[in-house]
């Protein structure tokens, strides 16, 4: 009995050793996998990344000159008349664009919920243009008037980013995500505005405002949606919206949908 006893218990030994050394060794994956029964995948640590996009720009250049006018016909007879400067000259306007650039985060997990920190970046051509034209023919003290409004504005965003708090929930090797932050742009903006006609069947001498700001910095807020796919040992793959709105001299935002590769260390 005694022999039998022992004979037991070296086999169950041998057998609890065998299947040990057959369990998958969850410390070589890291990057892949969580250590534990459930196989979470494990997206915490810093992580790396490129991207690019494709995207529309929406402006709305309705009031981007008329402070300039205003300036312009201070304390004249056809502004204290007609108003002139409050002319909706200009419209809305909108136009595509792609472009490129990168991403850098951090990711902290508690089993399925993830919260990060994320920079995003890209440069590309976005923006747009428009031209428009307004007359109008009054009289007031005797004296006919006949002016003319044109204008003129443009901005071409070249570099947008965004500084974002992300909260995603683990699916299998999917990491769906949500975002907001703030938003800031670097963008060249002109706008320019004439004002010409006639006092009285004389014209008068055109006044023209021109305005040019290069690589004017420009800032708002940022939200969007994404998810990124685990492939292989923190090589992800990513899948993202983008909204940007911007308080700009003239009125602007631009949506993006992104793809990207990254890698968590």
């Known amino acids: 009995m005694r022999r039998v006893l022992i004979a037991a218990i070296a086999m169950t030994a041998a057998a609890h050793g065998a299947q040990a050394a057959d369990m998958p060794e969850f410390g070589a994956l890291r990057g892949a996998m969580v250590d534990t029964p459930r196989g979470v995948v494990d997206w915490q640590g810093f992580y790396v990344g490129g991207q690019a996009g494709y995207g529309a720009s929406d402006m709305d250049f309705t009031n981007s000159t008329q402070g300039a006018v205003a300036n312009l016909l201070t304390n004249t007879v056809i502004e204290n008349t007609m108003g002139v400067s409050s002319w909706p000259v ?13 991403f850098v985060g951090y990711n902290a997990q508690w089993d399925d919920v993830v919260l990060g920190i994320e920079a995003n970046y890209m440069h590309g051509s976005f923006g747009g243009s428009t031209s428009g034209y307004m007359g109008r023919i009054f009289s007031t003290g005797g004296v006919t008037y006949d002016v003319d409004y044109n204008s003129a504005a443009s901005i071409k965003v070249n570099d947008v980013g965004s500084a974002r708090l992300r909260a995603g929930w683990v699916i299998g090797s999917f990491l769906p995500y949500a975002f907001g932050g703030v938003a800031l742009g670097q963008a060249d903006i002109i706008r320019t505005a004439t004002i010409s006609g006639t006092q009285g069947g004389a014209a008068f001498t055109p006044l023209t405002s021109s305005q040019i700001q290069n690589s004017h910095f420009i800032y708002g807020y940022s939200a969007g ?5 685990m492939l292989y040992r923190g090589l992800f793959m990513r899948a993202e919206w983008e909204y940007q709105k911007f308080a700009a001299p003239i009125n602007t935002s631009v949506s993006t949908v992104r793809a990207g590769v990254g890698y968590k260390f």
Do not use: P, T
């Open 225 to 229: 949606l994404g998810v990124d796919m």
């Open 90 to 102: 200009l419209g809305k306007s909108s136009s595509r664009g792609q472009g490129w650039g990168g």
